[in-house]
């Protein structure tokens, strides 16, 4: 597992099919194995933040996506 504070390393370990992109399910699957459950609605609130960010609306959270959220 990587460490807490390392961003690129977390949305590596997320994003289980290395595609440069974390899905809900990479998402939840992630959490999961980490010990944290994730709602459906909590689901749709960081997946709808991430494409207003950045306006695409793909469903997929980026590395930049992702970043940009970390040191909010």
């Keep these: 597992m990587p460490e807490l504070h390392d961003p ?7 994003d289980r099919d290395a595609d440069g992109y974390i899905t809900r399910e990479e998402f939840t699957l992630a959490m999961s ?11 749709d609130s960081i997946f709808k933040v991430s ?5 695409d609306v ?7 996506e992702f970043l940009v959220a970390w040191h909010k």
Excluded: M, P, Y
């Design 51 to 55: 494409d207003e960010h950045d306006g």
């Design 33 to 43: 194995s980490r010990g944290e459950e994730v709602t459906a609605a909590e689901l």
């Design 58 to 64: 793909d469903g997929r959270i980026s590395l930049a």
């Design 8 to 14: 690129t390393a977390t949305f590596q370990e997320f």
